[in-house]
């Protein structure tokens, strides 16, 4: 059989980044109707900022469907710092998912999606701090290259380059843009980008989208402004509608918003260029007459629009094939030229009721085993249609030479086999390991996409009244849920085996013992049936190996195999190397290693997510004392992963939900602790507001992890005591213990500053503010040039037990295997009893 190769991956598809979310879709006629509107519009916009969620989703509504405008955002970072609402997952993870959130943004409102290499490393005070972290010359060089490639008529940031920005990353948004924008043009600049066949590039202008939110107001009357707010009879909806349908997909961080109707004005600022007076594309050519031998294109696509049936839109096919031609025949090789073409093929087949798809009943394409792809193809308005051949790359290509009746179907099926060399479908920025604050990509030409190109590509050549057009598809799993239908989801590429281990972390100084010593568990999980294989089991603890077996296995598909051994009879006690597995295969006289785990994550309003790492064991061998207390009570808040920590600390862990919270139920705790943001999406919590009162009162510890001060629904705490945006985000800054005798730094863990050496991202965020003289305000720390902050852990006594408010980001430090964070943990929990008042 032929083998199927990875290098599909780097092939262009056709299709919209749509098709990754679902399957072909086919339009209606007024959808046809806009898109042959749209031929006739040769402008470009891109927008620049930060974040997934920075972006402006009506106007680029507007821009994208009203205008017409090629509109793309350019997002530097993919959100990887950023709090989820939706789950627990955080960094790359939460990265993943807020990619996949923007790409579904943009199929609602019709721009295109990129990203530079910049990581979120969490909120910037400044953008020196954000431009150092990133690379400012790497990423500006990003920037750049999209301009190069992209060629905007016009770019435009949504914040300005200072403080009013309100985060370091908006700002070095705006200043990395107004920079590109001078540096795209001039060919002294990051030459390299020529080799891509790429070419300076001057952009009419730049403007700066100024705003009214977050209590600030940067608009002014005799800004330049436009508007966005109309209503479009063929879409039937207005841009206020179609942005809030765009905005509300960003569900990992609670964006979900109303739709809103009628007049909208958006206003801009000149930064770069010369300013628009009347329109946003002032001065700038954006029809056919741009192009070199153009002016002989409009009036066809005029006669189009004029003889178009919107009962019967093959009707136009004939104009349309003459179109391409035309547009092929164009002297200049202009971006417009490639563009056009694109939608004029898939204006051909939109308006031959073209539906084509490759699928797989298979979500993974394992190395070294068959795998089948189903060709499926249907013209359903028109029977002008010849299917000359269908293809996978380039490893496989048959002649059809077949007509297609109208609306008849036509299937084929073929089988390749995967290489074991082949590479496994992972994101292209997370190939290689990542630098301090930003990916490290393999060529400067990967950002041309927004995720990877599909794992295969199947292409479907056709013949439409003597014009050959080739049609691609990506290879989709396609399957039927019984309660969702029909789903299509990405194919991955995956090894025949993946490994895990469990736990993820274990505390091997923990005083009490744990009553029963942790089990390490290894699992590794055949994806194919291989008899007779050699297998090679090993534990490496840093560069040591702790464990090694040899064994001849029969491997079978879809079964997992364990090694269960006891966490002390591998695991060196004051060693605090983690621990790794690598089993080897022997196949066929060649020895393959495998190492990685496959991790998935779903969530119903994106694609499912795969992506490898290497599974291992933290080992965090610093002395940990609980104090004797065991049972937590813990209320659930918006996707934190302390819970899992906690019993690794030897905790006897309840999950309380609203019924759960009773006086009897709570008197069995020596703790409750609240999840981060309990309180911004429990409503519960304020009818419980007494219950959890009485439980202090007698003499509880009620731990309440940080809330956002903007979404505050109930009352926590027994004096006043307010939530503020206050952030320190030097995860290295000085920390001052303010009472060094008090019991949360001396019980039953003696904490000193160091307990605060290697934390992650930041120090604290939604600091607490008060005056109340109840309070004992603990912690004193502070970013560079301001004022010391005292609000990161705020402790009263409370008749018999304590309240506890803490802004420290326990939430990233604990899953992250930070010693500190788990000893001042555990003297939270075992806060002493106070005298009866």
């Avoid at 205008?67 to 990265?95: C, H, K, P």
């Avoid at 843009?177 to 300076?200: I, M, S, T, W, Y």
């Avoid at 209590?215 to 809030?244: C, P």
């Avoid at 926590?716 to 030097?730: S, V």
């Amino acid at each position: 059989m032929t083998n199927i190769r990875v290098v599909f991956l780097f092939l262009l598809a056709l299709v919209s980044l749509r098709m990754r979310a679902q399957g072909p879709q086919s339009q209606t006629s007024a959808e046809i109707y806009r898109n042959l509107q749209k031929l006739n519009v040769l402008g470009t916009v891109l927008y620049v900022a930060a974040h997934p969620d920075d972006e402006n989703t009506r106007l680029l509504a507007y821009l994208a469907r009203e205008a017409q405008f090629t509109t793309g955002y350019l997002s530097l970072t993919r959100g990887d710092g950023g709090q989820n609402l939706i789950g627990d997952e955080q960094g790359v993870e939460l990265g993943l998912i807020r990619t996949q959130e923007l790409l579904a943004a943009r199929r609602i409102d019709g721009a295109e999606q990129f990203f530079s290499r910049a990581y979120d490393f969490g909120f910037s005070k400044s953008s020196e701090e954000a431009l150092r972290i990133w690379d400012h010359d790497a990423v500006l060089s990003d920037v750049v290259w999209t301009i190069r490639r992209y060629q905007p008529d016009v770019i435009i940031t949504r914040f300005p380059g200072d403080a009013r920005a309100g985060h370091g990353h908006h700002a070095a948004s705006a200043i990395l843009a107004n920079e590109a924008f001078v540096a795209a043009a001039d060919p002294n600049r990051f030459p390299e980008h020529f080799k891509d066949g790429l070419q300076p590039w001057k952009a009419r202008r730049i403007l700066w989208n100024t705003f009214n939110f977050g209590g600030n107001n940067t608009i002014t009357d005799d800004q330049f402004h436009i508007e966005v707010g109309d209503f479009n009879r063929l879409l039937g909806k207005g841009y206020g509608e179609i942005a809030s349908d765009s905005r509300s997909q960003h569900k990992s961080q609670g964006f979900g918003v109303a739709k809103t109707r009628g007049r909208s004005m958006e206003y801009f600022l000149t930064t770069g260029g010369d300013a628009p007076h009347n329109r946003l594309m002032d001065g700038i050519v954006t029809g056919w007459n741009r192009v070199d031998g153009g002016n002989a294109i409009q009036p066809l696509v005029d006669r189009l629009l004029k003889d178009f049936n919107f009962e019967h839109p093959e009707n136009s096919l004939d104009q349309l094939t003459g179109l391409y031609k035309k547009i092929q025949a164009l002297p200049e090789n202009s971006v417009y030229k490639t563009r056009k073409l694109k939608e004029v093929a898939e204006l051909i087949a939109q308006c031959a009721g073209l539906f084509a798809e490759a699928s797989t009943d298979a979500a993974y394409a394992i190395k070294g085993q068959p795998f089948r792809v189903n060709y499926f193809i249907n013209s359903r308005s028109s029977n002008d249609i010849k299917l000359e051949a269908v293809s996978l790359g380039n490893v496989f290509d048959s002649t059809i030479g077949k007509q297609l009746p109208m609306n008849v179907n036509w299937e084929m099926a073929y089988t390749g086999r995967i290489s074991l060399e082949a590479p496994v479908s992972q994101p292209y920025w997370l190939q290689r390991p990542m630098e301090m604050g930003s990916f490290r990509l393999e060529k400067q030409s990967d950002i041309a996409v927004p995720e990877n190109r599909p794992a295969f590509t199947a292409g479907f050549r056709i013949n439409v009244k003597g014009l050959e057009l080739l049609v691609e598809r990506p290879v989709m799993y396609r399957f039927t849920d019984p309660v969702k239908g029909e789903i299509y989801e990405p194919v991955t590429v995956a090894p025949p085996l993946v490994i895990s281990l469990t736990p993820s972390m274990v505390l091997t100084n923990i005083t009490p013992a744990l009553a029963q010593e942790p089990v390490v568990d290894l699992q590794y999980k055949s994806y194919f049936n291989y008899p007779r294989v050699p297998v090679k089991v090993q534990l490496f603890q840093g560069n040591v190996v702790i464990y090694s077996r040899d064994t001849l296995m029969d491997l079978e598909k879809e079964k997992a195999y364990n090694v269960r051994m006891p966490l002390s009879a591998i695991v060196k006690k004051d060693a605090k190397a983690d621990v790794r597995a690598v089993v080897t295969l022997t196949l066929d006289g060649k020895a393959y290693a495998y190492k990685d785990f496959l991790r998935s994550i779903n969530y119903d309003h994106i694609p499912g997510i795969n992506y490898f790492l290497e599974d291992h064991l933290s080992v965090i061998a610093t002395p940990v004392n609980t104090g004797g207390k065991k049972r937590v009570g813990y209320i659930v808040g918006a996707g934190d992963k302390v819970p899992q920590a906690l019993t690794q600390m030897g905790y006897d862990v309840t999950i309380l939900h609203e019924a759960d919270i009773t006086p009897v139920n709570l008197s069995r705790f020596d703790a409750v602790i609240a999840g981060v943001r309990a309180y911004n999406i429990h409503e519960f919590l304020e009818t419980k507001y007494p219950v959890l009162m009485q439980y202090v009162q007698n003499g509880g510890n009620y731990i309440v992890q940080y809330n956002t001060h903007a979404k505050l629904k109930a009352r926590m705490a027994p004096y006043p005591l307010a939530i503020i945006n206050k952030r320190i985000t030097d995860e290295r800054a000085a920390v001052e213990i303010l009472m060094p005798s008090h019991a949360v730094f001396n019980t039953p863990n003696k904490i000193t500053a160091a307990d605060f050496d290697g934390w992650i991202q930041e120090r604290s965020i939604y600091q607490a503010e008060t005056t109340d003289s109840h309070y004992q305000l603990l912690l004193g720390m502070s970013d560079k040039g301001e004022a010391q902050s005292k609000g990161s852990l705020v402790i009263t006594p409370y008749g018999k037990g304590n309240f506890v408010y803490t802004g420290l980001v326990f939430f990233r430090e604990l899953p992250a295997g930070v010693p500190g964070a788990f000893r001042l943990m555990a003297n939270l929990v075992a806060l002493p009893q106070n005298k009866s008042n």
